[in-house]
Antibody
């Protein structure tokens, strides 16, 4: 059974940093691209960042480019999102997702809430 | 990376069919046959309902179907049931990212 479990969310002040982790199990982690998708309170889904199975290729939404860094450790079956220079508008539930094919997300984690506020 | 355009809300009575549209541009919806649709209940993670425009994952009811014409994709739900009341999101692959629609709230009257 595929399981994705996020951790690392919480309350952080504007300008601060946070690192999210996602522990994956139930599939061959290194064979699949992964991504982070967020959802601000009461709002829609927003793709944040994606990474290839090997980790050699990464992409970012314009809204987080230069502030967030996605990475993965295939030996630990873990996905990461390093978030720096956080802003109030980054407040959201962040979902770790497994990609199938081109863009489709076939599994989602339960999400972790990041709140940026003073 | 502009969001895809979806109607904010649609509604239908049990047993009826409804269609939700998802409009993009030639570099996303129009350029690839990689449109997905997700169902989300309040407080829950989204669930994949359609991928690659019209394919259904195992376990998804055949009442859900997808199609695409030009820059617009569509999700059709036939034989509407009370349990279909939820938010629905489309998404499209692009050469450098994934883009989501703004979401559509489906109300079953």
């Amino acid at each position: 059974e595929v399981q994705l479990s996020e951790s690392g969310g919480g309350l952080v002040q504007p300008g601060g940093s946070l690192r999210l982790s996602c522990a994956a199990s139930g599939f061959t982690f290194s064979n699949y691209a992964m991504s982070w998708v967020r959802q601000a309170p009461g709002k829609g889904l927003e793709w944040v960042s994606g990474i290839s199975g090997s980790g050699s290729s990464t992409n970012y939404a314009d809204s987080v480019e230069g502030r967030f860094t996605i990475s993965r450790d295939n030996s630990k079956n873990t996905l990461y999102l390093q978030m720096n220079s956080l802003r109030a508008e980054d407040t959201a539930v962040y979902y770790c997702t497994k990609q199938e094919g081109y863009g489709a997300v076939d599994y989602w984690g339960q999400g972790t809430l990041v709140t940026v506020s003073s | 990376q502009s969001a895809l355009t979806q109607p904010a809300s649609v509604s239908g009575s049990p047993g009826q069919s409804i269609t939700i549209s998802c409009t993009g541009i030639s570099s996303d919806v129009g350029g690839y046959n990689y449109v997905s649709w997700y169902q989300q209940y309040p407080g829950k993670a989204p669930k994949l309902m359609i991928y690659d425009v019209s394919d259904r994952p195992s376990g998804v009811s055949n009442r859900f179907s997808g199609s695409k014409s030009g820059n617009t994709a569509s999700l059709t739900i036939s034989g509407l049931q009370a349990e279909d009341e939820a938010d629905y999101y489309c998404s499209s692959y692009t050469s450098s990212s994934t883009v989501f629609g703004g979401g559509t709230k489906l109300t079953v009257l």
